[in-house]
């Protein structure tokens, strides 16, 4: 039997998540010999995508990260950390072009098919991602100075979202039908779910799944007395696979077939099911470690 490629990168996905959730338990039982610490990390975040249908632009606002962990000692240079973090990430999204129309296919309650034509002027969405996340990684530490170490950090993390917010808003909302059996267009029945509407402005969520990241991490530790250490370091975090967990392509402003001013914010995103969402997130980690 012939397998597909993405059945294959699939499968390489799960066993990969599996391994990072395996080892950090195996890590946490070992948890008596472990250097235990604390830290935030904050940088500026993207929410990388290569949607098809259209290009948004971005102001990248802030990734936030709390959290908690602790480093299992191998040798005197080498150890295996594990643990669990709280992340944030926010951005505004928008298209391109100030008026865009997308369309889609949907279906209304008669079950008849439609081609369904969304056009917006000013039309963007802050978007809000919570996510935890599952660390597993290798360090490496130096003494460079009486109560300085050199540290590396290298990993991945399992990236699970918790809740990934849409905030969208349009100065003009505008959704129109045409049915090619019957070769029908309809622009202005308002009680039907086609015709216009200004101030737009609704919420909604992202459907998502778990991805691994990769994680580095390049930093000192300096000692705070005989058991505690302050820790400052630079970090890199980049997702593989997507978040984005959706079986159908969707209108980025929802179809209702019984009002025009109640109509469900989808997103951009879903305009792709098969668009690749991932985060990306770099810049500085502060820590507090106990010995």
């Not at 159908?248 to 668009?275: E, H, Q």
């Not at 990306?280 to 106990?290: H, I, K, R």
Request: glycine residues 10%.
């Amino acid at each position: 039997m012939r397998m597909d490629y993405s059945d294959t990168k699939n499968i390489n996905m799960k066993f990969n998540i599996k391994s990072i959730i395996g080892a950090s338990a195996f890590l946490i039982s070992q948890g008596v010999a472990a250097q235990f610490y604390v830290g935030v990390q904050s940088g500026i975040g993207q929410i990388r995508n290569d949607i098809k249908v259209t290009s948004p632009g971005y102001q990248i606002e802030h990734a936030g990260t709390l959290k908690a962990g602790y480093i299992y000692s191998l040798t005197n240079h080498f150890g295996i950390g594990t643990g669990i973090e709280f992340s944030q990430y926010k951005q505004d999204v928008s298209l391109n072009n100030p008026i865009g129309t997308l369309t889609n296919f949907e279906v209304d309650p008669s079950g008849s098919a439609f081609v369904y034509n969304v056009t917006t002027s000013g039309y963007s969405e802050k978007q809000t991602l919570h996510a935890i996340q599952i660390p597993l990684f290798v360090q490496y530490k130096t003494n460079i100075h009486k109560g300085v170490d050199f540290n590396f950090r290298a990993g991945a993390k399992y990236f699970l979202p918790v809740k990934y917010k849409i905030d969208a808003t349009a100065s003009y909302v505008n959704g129109t039908a045409y049915y090619p059996d019957v070769n029908l267009s309809i622009d202005n029945l308002p009680e039907y779910g086609f015709g216009g509407h200004a101030n737009y402005s609704a919420t909604g969520e992202y459907e998502t799944k778990g991805i691994v990241m990769s994680m580095f991490e390049l930093g000192f530790t300096f000692d705070i007395g005989a058991k505690n250490a302050l820790y400052a370091a630079m970090f890199l975090e980049s997702g593989y696979g997507s978040i984005l967990d959706q079986d159908t392509d969707k209108s980025y402003i929802g179809y209702n077939p019984t009002s025009v001013t109640d109509r469900k914010a989808n997103g951009l995103y879903s305009t792709d099911m098969d668009a690749k969402i991932r985060p990306l997130a770099f810049g500085v980690t502060l820590g507090w470690n106990f010995k």
